[in-house]
Each structure stands twice: as C-alpha cells, then as structure tokens.
C-alpha cells in the first residue's frame, strides 16, 4: 500500500499544493510513498509563519539553558525512535541496514553536542581602553534554510538543525525530493521533545521551484546546503542578491595516497571503507587510489580479492548480511554508466572488477539485480602508463561506487596528483612513517584530512571544503553554531559622572583636545 506523507508546517502537518512526490525504492523500483509538496504559495506562508514565531522570542529569546534542555530532549526522542526511522532511511535511500544501524544511532551526538556548547559557552571580554566595559553576545539570525542531499537524510538534515536550533533560529529543511520521508518524520520528535510550533518546518519539493523560492526569500537570513557543485553556484548567486549568509558543503573527489610505509591490509580495509560505504555516494568518497608503485602490485590483488568479496555480498538492502545497496536513483546510474564507460571506451582505461550494472540475481539472497539500481564496486586502472589521468572519472565526481587507482614513484609526485583536482573537501593517507603523515598532510588541500583512517564525523570537528568547488564555510563544532549567529558588542561605559563630564563633552568651549574612539 502506497502511504502519504504531508509536509510539516507550524508543528502539524499540511498538505502541500504543488504536484506531489513519488518516493521510489531504489532496491525494486517501486513507487512505495507519495509525498505532499510545496507550492511557492505554501513557501511564502511557511516563511511567514517562522518569521513570526522568531520575532515572538518563543524560542529566540528563550534562556539558552531551557534550548540545552530541549535538545537534549530531542536526542532523547530520536534513540527511541530509531527502530521505526531506520527501516524508512534504510527503503528511499537503497542504503545496506547494516550502514544505517551503525550510522543514524549517531545522529543523537550533534543534540547532545550543542546542547553542551549552550551550557557552556563563555560570552568575551574585550580589552577596550578606558573605563569601558565591552562584551560580546550571539544573537539568533531568524529564518533559516536548509536544504539537504539524498545520501545522508537524516545524518546531514541532524547536522545543519543542531546548531541552527541551538542559536535560537526558527528552520525550514527542504530535503531531497528522493529521500524526504525521514526529515519528516522529525517534526513530531522535535515538537514531543519542546521545539515550539513554527520554529522547525518541512517543506518538500523539487529544487527548481520549492527550492528556489526558498532560497530567494527576502526574510530568509542563512542557507544551508548539500549538494553538488554547479547547484551550490546558481545558490549561492540567489542568496547574496539578499546578502544572506550562505553555507555550502559541495563535491569532492577525494584522494586517498597510500606510502610504501602503510599496512597494506590496513590501507585495503580503508579504502573499500572510504570508497565504497553508501554505494560510494558520499561528498568525501576516496575516488582517486594514488599508491606508491613500489606496493602497487601487491595492493592491487588485495583490493581486488576484497572488492570481489563484496560485490558477492550484494543483496537487499534489509538484509542485515548485505554489504551494499543500490544507487539512489535510475539517473544516478546513468551517471555513473556514463563516466565509466566513457573511460573505458576512450581505450585509457580498464576494468579490473566490475564496470557494469548488475542485471543477474544476488547470490547473498536471490534479489533481482535488473528491477533496481544495482552497480557493482569497480576498480579501474590505467591502460597503459597514467594514461587513466586523461580521463573524465579522474576530474568528475561519479558519486558511485567506482575508484581509480595510479601509481606513483616519489612523495612530491604524491602531493601533486593528489592536489590535481577542482575538488578538495576530503583526503586520506596512509603510512607508518609519523613524520610523513604530518609532512605530506600540511601539503594536501583539502579541508579534511584522515592519517590511516577514513570517514571520521564528530559534532565538534569541523567539515567543509579548502577549494571553491567543495563549497564554503563549514558544518560542525563551534563554527558551526557561530554561522547561525550575528555578534552583538556591547559598550557600558562605568566611568563617573566627574570623568565622562571632563573627558566626553566634545563640543565644550575652547579649543582643547578631544578624545576619538
């Protein structure tokens, strides 16, 4: 039976009236929910209504210690709710449930983070001459908007509200339009654990219209996004028209150098994790496999064997003994079809496992390949020399479960196709040798780089990209919540009234010096 979902307005729900939303299962190919969404009519109301529960002070001016509380409440709400929201993530994201029993349990840390950088945030002091005392406040931005990819649905929709939240700003989230039934699911949880009415808002849709009427909204104050690259820009143009703040996190193709130093076992245990968790459909995916030619051979047959492995584990998603999903979506395949076969067909590159789609039945469980959206981990490797450089899938972002693997001879050659990219939101690199780890490290531009270890996500580590095609700003820590703020400095002035009568009459009889500043 085909369920509907309404879009979250004003702590209930709404029916939307713009054409509504086909949820698909990316594992079957049918059609399981059908989602209400957002007319530019139901934006301009929802934004009326945020802006007004801001300016109410409701939640804006609420004492920080009861916003720690609440959200610590949301984190509280969400645990017990997770046995019904990982299913739901695990059947419109085609995501293994094994990834998302690890994955969305965690989601809990950026509530319970936030909710302690509330408690505990000192205000400055500033050293001011004069009898002056001059402190500093964070003060809420009012309507912000946020709007969050199909990979992470609820990992990413947890991230940006936390500290929104935190900072007393009233939120509207447009998720995916493939992957919006989760983020939905949050407005009761938020509205049980205290989030006032109004302050926390849904609004599905596609980018094109509910997005763009979002982001163009005079009242709105912030954007958040997810995506790619070419969405950010056109974004990005939109917002700083309102002279809005903004916050990207957008493309990567990460690379991961492994040194004649690492653990190869190790450095394979790391790059199947980096590169193919979530069908390889992560921001910070290692795509580009650079190894020091020395291990190359031998790294090769290691990955392969373990690549192998988990193609033969393939099944249904709810599987707990299935090892990955599908992608996402009929045109995320196609994508990534594309840029393979384009590699291959160039005659630059080969397959050396994988490299086309999955149509047969899976030996983990007898799920029919063909009715999804099924790709098989791939490896592919130069044809002859680097001649795999010259290729499309070495620049563009695939967002598929596809790697390249190329060798190299000395750490500055290394540094140097690791940094040949537009991209530069993750990296990776694996070696024994500590003085290598932090020599090549400085080297590397990306905003996140992991030393023998890939994925890692703390609510207090910041993530966000070091080029413009990755984005700008950041997602978490302090940074974070500093973004949903404007200062406020306050000046108090404890001099007597003696002092201030013969220090500040600037416009006094005569012709004496004065004070500035």
Same mark, same amino acid.
């Given at each position: /039976?085909?369920?509907?979902?309404?879009?979250?307005?004003a702590?209930?729900?709404?029916?939307?009236?713009?054409?509504?939303?086909?949820?698909?299962d990316?594992?079957?190919?049918?059609?399981?929910?059908?989602?209400?969404?957002?007319?530019?009519?139901?934006?301009?109301?929802?934004?009326?209504?945020?802006?007004?529960?801001?300016?109410? =002070?409701?939640?804006?001016?609420?004492?920080r210690?009861?916003?720690?509380?609440?959200?610590?409440?949301c984190?509280?709400?969400? &645990?017990?709710?997770?046995?019904?929201?990982?299913?739901?993530?695990?059947r419109?994201?085609?995501?293994?449930?094994?990834?998302?029993?690890?994955q969305?349990?965690?989601?809990?840390?950026?509530?319970?983070y936030?909710?302690?950088?509330?408690?505990? @945030?000192?205000?400055?002091?500033?050293?001011? $001459?004069?009898?002056?005392?001059?402190?500093?406040?964070?003060?809420?931005?009012?309507?912000?908007?946020?709007?969050?990819?199909?990979?992470?649905?609820?990992?990413i929709?947890?991230k940006?509200?936390?500290?929104a939240?935190?900072?007393?700003?009233?939120?509207?989230?447009?998720?995916?339009?493939?992957?919006?039934?989760?983020?939905?699911?949050?407005?009761?949880?938020?509205?049980?654990?205290?989030?006032?009415?109004?302050?926390?808002?849904?609004?599905?849709?596609?980018?094109?219209?509910?997005?763009?009427?979002?982001?163009?909204?005079?009242?709105?104050?912030?954007v958040?996004? &997810?995506?790619? &690259?070419?969405s950010?820009?056109?974004?990005?143009?939109?917002? =700083?028209?309102?002279?809005?703040?903004?916050?990207?996190?957008? =493309?990567?193709?990460?690379?991961?150098?492994?040194?004649?130093?690492?653990?190869?076992? +190790?450095?394979?245990?790391?790059?199947?994790?980096?590169?193919?968790i979530?069908?390889?459909?992560?921001c910070?995916?290692?795509?580009?496999?650079?190894?020091?030619?020395?291990? +190359?051979?031998q790294?090769?047959?290691?990955?392969?064997?373990?690549?192998?492995?988990?193609?033969?584990? /393939?099944?249904?998603?709810?599987?707990?003994?299935?090892?990955?999903?599908?992608?996402?979506?009929?045109?995320?395949?196609?994508?990534?079809?594309?840029?393979?076969n384009?590699?291959?067909?160039?005659?630059?590159?080969?397959?050396? $496992?994988?490299?086309?789609?999955?149509?047969?039945?899976?030996?983990?469980?007898? $799920?029919?390949?063909?009715?999804g959206?099924?790709?098989?981990?791939?490896?592919?490797?130069?044809?002859?020399?680097?001649?795999?450089?010259e290729?499309?899938?070495?620049?563009? @972002?695939?967002f598929?479960?596809?790697?390249?693997?190329?060798?190299?001879? &000395?750490?500055?050659?290394?540094?140097? /196709?690791?940094?040949?990219?537009?991209?530069?939101?993750?990296?990776?690199?694996?070696?024994?040798?500590?003085?290598?780890?932090?020599?090549?490290?400085?080297?590397?531009?990306?905003?996140?780089?992991?030393?023998?270890?890939?994925?890692?996500?703390?609510?207090?580590?910041?993530?966000?990209g070091?080029?413009?095609?990755?984005?700008? =700003?950041?997602?978490?820590g302090?940074?974070?919540?500093h973004?949903?703020?404007?200062?406020k400095?306050t000046?108090?002035?404890?001099?007597?009234?003696?002092?201030?009568?013969?220090?500040?009459?600037?416009?006094r009889?005569?012709?004496?010096?004065?004070?500035?500043?």
């Open positions: /039976m085909v369920q509907t979902y309404s879009m979250w307005v702590g209930r729900e709404h029916p939307g009236e713009a054409e509504q939303i086909p949820v698909e990316p594992a079957t190919g049918e059609i399981f929910a059908q989602c209400h969404a957002a007319s530019a009519a139901d934006v301009e109301r929802t934004i009326a209504v945020a802006h007004e529960t801001f300016k109410s =002070g409701v939640w804006s001016k609420s004492p210690h009861h916003r720690a509380d609440v959200l610590d409440q984190a509280v709400l969400l &645990t017990a709710a997770l046995s019904e929201m990982i299913p739901l993530e695990v419109q994201t085609g995501r293994a449930i094994r990834e998302m029993n690890a969305v349990p965690s989601l809990v840390r950026w509530f319970k936030y909710a302690s950088l509330l408690r505990v @945030e000192e205000q400055p002091v500033l050293p001011t $001459t004069g009898k002056l005392h001059n402190f500093l406040q964070r003060a809420p931005l009012g309507v912000v908007v946020q709007i969050t990819p199909f990979n992470h649905p609820l990992l929709a947890v940006k509200l936390a500290p939240l935190a900072a007393g700003n009233s939120v509207v989230v447009k998720p995916s339009e493939l992957t919006p039934l989760t983020t939905l699911q949050l407005g009761p949880i938020l509205k049980q654990a205290g989030v006032p009415d109004g302050v926390f808002n849904v609004l599905p849709g596609y980018g094109a219209t509910t997005g763009k009427a979002l982001v163009q909204h005079p009242l709105v104050r912030k958040d996004v &997810t995506g790619g &690259t070419a950010g820009r056109a974004i990005g143009g939109i917002v =700083g028209g309102n002279l809005a703040r903004y916050t990207a996190e957008l =493309g990567g193709k990460a690379p991961l150098v492994v040194f004649e130093k690492a653990d190869v076992q +190790l450095a394979v245990n790391g790059i199947v994790f980096g590169s193919f979530a069908s390889g459909q992560t910070i995916a290692s795509t580009r496999i650079i190894v020091d030619n020395k291990i +190359l051979g790294l090769l047959v290691q990955l392969t064997a373990k690549t192998d492995s988990i193609a033969k584990r /393939m099944g249904a998603p709810n599987n707990p003994e299935s090892m990955m999903g599908p992608l996402v979506s009929a045109k995320q395949l196609d994508n990534v079809e594309a840029l393979v384009d590699a291959i067909g160039s005659g630059k590159a080969r397959a050396v $496992t994988g490299g086309g789609r999955m149509k047969a039945t899976s030996p983990l469980d007898g $799920t029919d390949y063909s009715r959206y099924f790709y098989p981990p791939t490896i592919l490797v130069s044809s002859e020399e680097d001649s795999i450089l290729t499309r899938i070495w620049r563009e @972002e695939a598929g479960p596809v790697i390249v693997v190329v060798g190299f001879d &000395t750490e500055e050659q290394a540094i140097s /196709m690791a940094n040949n990219s537009e991209f530069g939101l993750g990296a990776g690199i694996w070696t024994q040798d500590l003085a290598q780890a932090f020599r090549v490290s400085e080297q590397i531009d990306a905003g996140i780089t992991w030393v023998n270890t890939h994925h890692r996500n703390d609510p207090s580590s910041p993530w966000g070091a080029k413009s095609s990755s984005g700008v =700003g950041s997602e978490n302090i940074d974070a919540y973004a949903y703020t404007t200062i400095s000046i108090i002035n404890y001099a007597s009234t003696e002092e201030s009568l013969a220090a500040d009459d600037w416009f009889e005569g012709a004496g010096s004065v004070r500035y500043g």
